[in-house]
């Protein structure tokens, strides 16, 4: 099993443009959900979903959207990037939700210029 | 607003030293919280997840609580090693949903 799959790992962006950040994972988590990290503000829940079809709002949505058509894949698209965005992003996932275990992907370094 | 606070942001121990890393959190609802270690330019590995009816979880020389009445969990580490200096980060879910609240962890250096 590979588990969470982030693509790619790094990204480097003009102001204003788009681009989507790819999560898979093969363990048939029904939850997953996207983070970044920011020196000094911790890890921050941007969007989350609990199956396919079904997707919510975490702590920091805005500039971000989410789709999930399938269980295994969460897409991350960032519609007009901004260097506000620049940011280490991780997607997670678990079996059912917040109270299981969580997996991590490996990360995407994202610089918006 | 579920709010989780780790403190101290950094330590460095002796190795051989046994030592407790301490997580708070506001929500006293809590009924489950987790403890993660992160590795420079690495993604979070899951350590622990102790369910609020366990109040204990073991695993090798990591043991963590969970006290729900004081909002607080210490993960303990025995006998520290080298290859433990890594940043530790706790979480907790946020009120009765699917949003996990993570503090902002404490970095650990072990001295050989």
């Known amino acids: 099993n590979a588990g969470v799959t982030q693509t790619p790992k790094f990204q480097v962006l003009k102001t204003g443009q788009s681009m989507t950040l790819q999560c898979a994972q093969d363990?048939?988590?029904?939850?997953m959900s996207w983070y970044r990290q920011d020196p000094g503000m911790g890890l921050r829940l941007i969007h989350y979903?609990?199956?396919?079809?079904?997707?919510d709002q975490g702590e920091v949505p805005n500039g971000y959207n989410v789709s999930r058509s399938t269980t295994e894949d969460f897409p991350l698209r960032l519609l007009s990037a901004a260097p506000s965005q620049t940011s280490v992003y991780f997607c997670a996932s678990s079996y059912s939700g917040t109270a299981e275990k969580l997996f991590f992907g490996s990360g995407t370094q994202l610089s918006v210029l | 607003k579920q709010e989780v606070t780790q403190i101290p942001a950094a330590l460095s121990v002796p190795e051989g030293e046994n030592l407790v890393l301490n997580c708070s959190f506001t929500d006293s609802a809590i009924y489950n919280l987790q403890w993660f270690r992160q590795d420079p330019g690495k993604g979070l590995t899951s350590l622990l997840l102790?369910?609020?009816?366990?109040r204990e979880q073991t695993s090798g020389r990591l043991n963590a609580s969970l006290d729900k009445s004081s909002g607080r969990s210490t993960l303990y580490i025995a006998a520290s090693q080298p290859g433990d200096s890594a940043t530790y980060l706790c979480?907790?879910?946020?009120?009765?949903?699917?949003?996990?609240?993570f503090g902002k962890g404490t970095k650990l250096t072990v001295n050989p």
């Open positions: 363990m048939n988590h029904e939850y």
């Open positions: 979480a907790g879910p946020q009120g009765g949903s699917e949003k996990l609240v």
């Open positions: 979903s609990v199956g396919a079809g079904i997707t």
């Open positions: 102790i369910q609020s009816s366990q």
